[in-house]
């Protein structure tokens, strides 16, 4: 079945460093891969979409990254601050012959201090 | 914009009583989804719609949970009877189009507890 890992434990960087998340998924070759970020007590809020023939792609302070050959995602966030604390999550789209679902990572907890 | 709206942000319960969630989703969308998320878990779909018609169940635990779409503006997810182990957060999300390349909207959840 398909599996989704993102980095297990909490990540704790210091203000002004670059945050660097992992998704590493098996077992399926997904076209499209989203990423979102959920604070306590809201629901996940979408941040980017990148497409299995893009290499890269950035928003602001964020980048995403897609490697199919390796079947990971690094999500950037530079120039961290406070603000940026939270959960995020990755998503794979399980195809058209699924209906055009999304499996989501567990998460990884980010906590930047000042 | 209004979001997705879910009703009620909080459910306290007994056991086997009936439990009613609400989502009203973004105009204009065409998918909407019912998620549940857990610690052991994470972040589980039980069903999406697609012109309110219902496309995939399959998430759905068991035959207690039931989901109905009468409109386009309004979603039900139904449990019936509760038990303690449905006890979790239950979102709603909606989205435009193909919901494999478009984002999903998501609204706060609706946090149950059964007792």
């Known amino acids: 079945s398909q599996k989704i890992e993102q980095n297990s434990e909490a990540l704790n960087i210091q203000e002004g460093k670059t945050a660097t998340l992992t998704c590493n998924y098996t077992?399926?070759?997904?076209?499209?891969l989203q990423w979102y970020r959920q604070d306590p007590g809201r629901g996940p809020v979408f941040l980017l979409l990148?497409?299995?023939?893009?290499k890269e792609k950035r928003k602001e302070r964020l980048k995403v990254t897609f490697d199919t050959t390796l079947k990971q995602s690094l999500f950037h966030i530079t120039a961290s601050q406070p603000a940026d604390s939270a959960t995020y999550l990755c998503?794979?789209?399980?195809?058209?012959?699924?209906?055009?679902?999304?499996?989501f990572g567990q998460g990884t907890e980010l906590s930047v201090k000042p | 914009d209004a979001g997705v709206i879910q009703s009620p942000r909080h459910e306290v319960t007994e056991m086997g009583q009936e439990v009613t969630l609400r989502c009203k989703p973004i105009?204009?969308?065409?998918?909407l989804f019912w998620y549940r998320q857990t610690m052991m878990r994470g972040l589980e779909l039980l069903i999406y719609?697609?012109?309110?018609?219902?496309?995939?169940d399959s998430g759905m635990p068991e035959d207690r949970f039931s989901a109905k779409m009468p409109n386009a503006s309004f979603s039900t997810l139904k449990i019936q009877p509760s038990e303690p182990r449905d006890s979790a957060v239950y979102f709603c999300?909606?989205?435009?189009?193909?919901?494999?390349?478009?984002?999903?909207?998501f609204g706060d959840g609706t946090r149950l507890s059964i007792l």
């Open positions: 077992n399926y070759s997904p076209a499209y």
């Open positions: 999300a909606s989205s435009e189009g193909a919901a494999w390349n478009q984002p999903q909207h």
């Open positions: 105009s204009g969308h065409d998918y």
């Open positions: 990148i497409r299995e023939n893009e």
């Open positions: 998503a794979l789209d399980m195809g058209h012959n699924q209906g055009g679902k999304l499996i």
């Open positions: 719609f697609n012109n309110n018609v219902p496309i995939d």
